[in-house]
């Protein structure tokens, strides 16, 4: 069967992710307006790099921003924050040169490269020692449910996070399809725009029977129980592939092993916080073919978000 963007995503979801098959023409989720053609390979200037995400709490530019002041006190540069609204605008902006580097999904990677994107990854975040890259995505249910499997979710109300997502869409309707239920006519679909409001959404269990999100934002909440989870690879920081040589270097040199000790040892401010460190041990390095395993689940699903 082929998984399409589902009907139920919203207007802004559903609008963004249809650009980015047809154009790469939008405007970016910040001020980075200039273009990687126009500003010698950078997306502004030689003095600045744009650091691209897609917020998947309240705390992502928080979490962020110590890594940003790490890059920034080594490279030189102004590193800026861009935040796009969602996956979509993200692999939009990586298409039309609008960022230097980024922390992506692997599915959103995978996407924007299908895409055209020119961008190579460097390393994924761990958040403990002995770690290795990757993370779960969880099938979740309100505490006390009597949804035990995730067979049980025919013809459920079912939260996803976004249809760009690696743990919160594409993993999870591999499940779905695994235990023969079509995400496209078993169940009824709601896109919450961030982990953490899909594990809100599931907890309160009005707009959601179930749902799926990734594992850190699960472990927050008291009010979901975890009823399957699926190994998914890290997500990647990328470098655009239009940077200076040497740049493109130096990033790789800062950014393929670091720890939060070393970013403490440069004298960031709040590397050392309770914050920072529960989201960030090191860096790990990967490789694109890292993120066969999607590629191969794009496959298995005829995932349309895959497709160029």
Known sequence: MTLRRPRAATALVGAALLAVTLSACSTPASSATGSSDAAGGYAVDDSTLVFGVVPD?????????????????????????????????????????????ASFSGFTYVTA???????????????????????YSQAIVPKGSDIESIADMKGKKICFVDPSSTSGYLFPSYALLEAGIDPEKDITPVFAGKHDVSVQKVGEGTECDAGFAEDSEVA?????????QQMVPGAPIVESNSLPSDVKAQLKDILSN?????????????????????????????DDAYYDQIRDICEKTNASQCKA
């Open 220 to 228: 927050k909440s008291d009010a979901v129980e975890v009823i399957d």
């Open 57 to 101: 709490s309240v705390d992502t530019e928080t979490n962020y921003q110590p890594l940003m002041d790490y890059i920034a006190k080594e490279t030189g540069k102004t590193v800026e924050y861009h935040e796009s609204t969602d996956y979509a605008a993200l692999i939009e902006a990586s298409i039309a040169g609008q960022i230097d580097v």
């Open 258 to 286: 670091v720890t939060a000790d070393d970013i403490v040892a440069a004298g960031i401010e709040g590397a050392d916080s309770e914050g920072f460190r529960a989201v960030f041990f090191q860096t790990t390095p990967v």
């Open 113 to 135: 490269t299908n895409n055209g994107a020119e961008l190579t990854p460097i390393s994924s975040i761990t958040t403990a020692e002995g770690q290795e890259p990757g993370y």
